[in-house]
């Protein structure tokens, strides 16, 4: 059974950082494709980075350059690494691995 549990979230002001965590049980992240996705208030659930097995990454052309996400295959968790934080980055995060989800971390930035 995969579990995936997000943690890092919180309140920060613009221009500011934080580090989400996404830790898995039953599956090994470094083996597959791990994305994390931002749900804004009244919007739907869009892609914000991703890392393949291969190590490869892809961002979206808005967090481009400020977030960076990385993995620690000996912990077998995945990070999502935020830094000059916008107000547009408020939502909810998830990790997501093979149709997977956790169960979200809410990221307020205020301005």
């Known amino acids: 059974q995969v579990q995936l549990v997000e943690s890092g979230g919180g309140l920060v002001q613009s221009g500011g950082s934080l580090r989400l965590s996404c830790a898995a049980s039953?599956?090994?992240?470094?083996?597959?494709?791990v994305g994390w996705y931002r749900q804004a208030p009244g919007k739907q659930r869009d892609l914000v980075a991703r890392?393949?097995?291969?190590?490869?990454?892809y961002y979206a052309d808005s967090v481009k350059g400020r977030f960076t996400i990385t993995r620690d295959i000996a912990k077998n968790t995945v990070y999502l690494q935020m830094n000059s934080l916008k107000p547009e980055d408020t939502g909810v995060y998830f990790c997501?691995?093979?149709?997977?989800w956790g169960q979200g971390a809410q990221v307020t930035v205020s301005s």
């Open positions: 997501n691995v093979l149709k997977q």
């Open positions: 890392i393949f097995s291969s190590g490869t990454t």
């Open positions: 039953g599956i090994i992240l470094s083996l597959n494709v």
